[in-house]
């Protein structure tokens, strides 16, 4: 019978740092019937990928001295809070082994590497240290070596230490294991930071509702509830569902979610997001989706799958550290040998001050030892996906956040992007009012009559600009101004009438009323340039007579002029607008958000080909769209991004773009290139602080003057500074916002 290739998904527990994720990594790979594996230290989920069998794999683990859970019993819901250094420490056994071999090895530091001075009791007591820390070090040593013939870096320091030995350094063979013991256990606190980032977002939607049945309230937990339930939610506490608002105002907190800054006022009818934090009233909520499809949960799993997809400098580091440490043992060896053999130099140490190339070679040993290199470039990416969540921001990966910042120029779809994708009413002008005319809709009675008569009449229409004339009119309390039209007659392309109180009522199109009701030039000559501005001019009359205009048009997002001008100030070269609308509605549309490279009248294919276009003009493009109509675009550009990611409508979106913004500000867009480049800028520091260091202490070593306490020193000196230089960016805030 042919096997059965699949995936099976675990959560290893006892790893410190990406060095022990690749070596569990490289041991599961040998695997016969495994196709492909990838462990991800920081989510700590394996994917493995063939026809080998679950318990072959967690088999394989246990004998590289971790553990494999299935995924779906790994973890709880709701992540413990972050331990403090202290208390993380002191949970391992590893290290109070390494504390108490700190302790015995004290003596040796103080007095024989600061005074010189040779005592027995202090060589024995830096023996029983080197064999309390160096212990677990060795065995995973010898497990790497004898499961899946790899030589790692726990091989690297044993091999070290116990040359070491072999020469009489006894002080020096402790320090160097208790320091890297010391050292790893550090490393491992700081991934345990950084995995907790993401992990706490799991915190922000409770686990327990105040359910409405039968006029009783009762506290459930959130798994229990079921689309339709109705939800109590008290003022400041935090959501727990997705939901509708079926009675109660209030605003709501939804930073966590989208990361607008402002709170939201919420009504019946609006959407709630679980996670957010309501505001000052009492709400009654509808559930809308179940727990484990809310919002949140589709952000924390998307964000969990992002931290495993590796950042291309993050693959080229993991594919160098493959045959980097084979290749510095062979390095060392010749180090050692080679001068005594040539040039006749000193293989033992000539003298206690004097170090011979035996030592020098078992020194770059340790010099040699690539953590910090390793954990440079996931623990910067893990920080900037966890920051950009944070800010509304889901970014797919460390591919992605590497292409963002490369970024050079950017496209916009207009409809639903630069717009808000739906008509509004924005200019109502009645005949014989000096209001704002063009610009905006009046407080005068005759603009309120022009409105409520259009409101009467389109009230039961399903069209488009119907729902924009009686959003305008409701907004101003005129719903219950005039009685519903009778004998409602719908004229498609050109309008509707109706009898309002006995009187014939006529909303229609200029065309329409250039062949049926008179008027003036000057009003007909404002139709048309509402037309040539990109807005849709709707004539009102009474009996015959014209009364008035209401134009409506797609609004431009209020965000969306702020973010062209900031995209301009982080010198984004080229920012254009791509759209298949008329070329005069897109330029009016263009001038407005401050847009000058516009490309209109484009069918999908055309989107396609200004994106090329614009790639090899500037570099790198950002196309941003709504993630469905926009999707050859999306799929062209170096980076898509979609917009509204926290909206039911635009759920695809969270599934297929490179970045979502969770809202419809388009200024989340600007903070995320910022963040990106920030992010870049973290890994080529971090990357040149691992290189730079080795090699001045690899100088040093060479020419005889450091010793493999003070490389072992440096090297955990190195780790733990690009571990907290990467995790400065977890407190990275878009300060132009707030």
Not at 724 to 738: I, K, T, V
């Amino acid at each position: 019978m042919a096997s059965v290739e699949r995936e099976l998904t675990f959560k290893i527990q006892g790893m410190d740092c990406a060095g022990c994720a690749r070596t569990v990594e490289s041991g599961v790979a040998q695997l016969p019937g495994v196709e492909s594996c990838e462990l991800n230290a920081t989510t700590e989920r394996l994917r493995v990928r063939g026809s080998v069998a679950a318990a072959v794999v967690a088999e394989r683990v246990r004998a590289l001295g971790y553990e494999a859970l299935a995924a779906e019993t790994a973890a709880p819901s709701a992540p413990a809070p972050a331990p403090s250094l202290i208390s993380f420490l002191w949970g391992r056994g590893e290290t109070r082994l390494a504390l108490l071999g700190a302790l015995l090895v004290l003596p040796g530091a103080v007095l024989h590497e600061i005074f010189g001075w040779e005592l027995l009791w202090v060589d024995l007591l830096a023996l029983v240290a080197l064999v309390v820390a160096g212990l677990p070090v060795a065995r995973a040593a010898w497990r790497s070596l004898t499961v899946s013939r790899e030589l790692t870096i726990n091989g690297l320091m044993t091999i070290a230490a116990v040359g070491a030995v072999v020469i009489g350094a006894y002080v020096e063979a402790g320090m160097v294991m208790v320091l890297f013991a010391i050292g790893e256990a550090l490393e491992g606190y700081s991934t345990s930071r950084a995995r907790h980032a993401i992990r706490s977002l799991m915190a922000l939607a409770p686990e327990t509702a105040a359910r409405l049945l039968g006029g009783r309230e009762e506290r459930v937990p959130v798994a229990a509830l079921a689309v339709g339930d109705v939800i109590l939610v008290r003022p400041g506490e935090r959501i727990a569902m997705d939901g509708t608002v079926l009675a109660g105002l209030s605003s709501v907190n939804q930073a966590p979610i989208t990361g607008e800054s402002r709170p939201v006022d919420k009504a019946p009818g609006a959407e709630l997001f679980a996670g957010s934090i309501n505001g000052e009233g009492a709400l009654e909520v509808a559930v809308s989706r179940p727990a484990s499809d809310s919002t949140i949960s589709r952000m924390i799993r998307l964000v969990q799958e992002a931290q495993e997809r590796r950042a291309p400098a993050q693959r080229m580091v993991d594919q160098f550290a493959r045959w980097y440490t084979p290749a510095v043992v062979v390095i060392a060896l010749l180090t050692a040998v080679l001068p005594s053999l040539l040039f006749g130099q000193p293989f033992w140490n000539p003298t206690p001050d004097e170090f011979g190339w035996l030592y020098r070679g078992l020194a770059l040993l340790v010099v040699a030892c690539p953590c910090a290199l390793v954990i440079s470039t996931p623990v910067s990416v893990i920080s900037a996906l966890s920051a950009a969540a944070r800010g509304g921001v889901l970014i797919k990966g460390g591919a992605a956040l590497e292409a963002l910042g490369r970024v050079r120029a950017v496209a916009f779809d207009k409809t639903g992007t630069l717009t808000a994708g739906r008509p509004a009413v924005v200019a109502v002008r009645p005949v014989g009012c000096d209001g704002p005319g063009d610009g905006g809709v009046g407080h005068c009675a005759a603009c309120d009559e022009v409105l409520a008569l259009a409101y009467a009449v389109e009230r039961r229409s399903e069209h488009p600009l119907a729902f924009a004339i009686m959003a305008a009119a409701e907004a101003r309390g005129l719903a219950g101004a005039l009685p519903a039209a009778e004998q409602v007659v719908a004229l498609p392309g050109r309008g509707v009438s109706g009898l309002v109180g006995g009187r014939h009522v006529s909303v229609g199109s200029h065309r329409h009323f250039d062949e049926t009701v008179p008027h003036t030039v000057a009003d007909c000559g404002a139709a048309e340039r509402d037309a040539g501005k990109g807005r849709t001019p709707l004539l009102v009359s009474v009996d015959g007579r014209y009364v008035g205009t209401i134009s409506v048009a797609d609004a431009v997002r209020p965000s969306s002029r702020a973010a062209v001008a900031r995209l301009r100030s982080l010198g984004v070269r080229a920012v254009a607008m791509l759209t298949g609308d008329h070329r005069d509605t897109a330029r009016a549309i263009a001038a407005e958000v401050g847009v000058d490279d516009v490309r209109a009248e484009l069918l999908p294919e055309g989107k396609v080909a200004a994106v090329a276009t614009l790639e090899r003009t500037f570099g790198p493009v950002a196309m941003v769209g709504d993630g469905i109509n926009d999707a050859p675009a999306l799929a062209t550009a170096a980076v898509g991004v979609a917009i509204g990611g926290a909206h039911g409508g635009t759920t695809q979106a969270m599934e297929t773009a490179d970045v979502t913004l969770m809202s419809d500000d388009l200024r989340r867009l600007p903070f995320a290139l910022r963040l990106s480049r920030a992010a870049l800028r973290t890994i080529g520091i971090n990357v040149a602080l691992s290189i730079g260091i080795k090699l001045l202490f690899l100088v040093a070593v060479l020419l005889g003057y450091g010793t493999m306490w003070m490389a072992v020193l440096a090297d955990m000196g190195t780790s733990l500074l690009v571990t907290l230089y990467g995790l400065r960016l977890l407190r990275f805030r878009d300060a132009e916002a707030e």
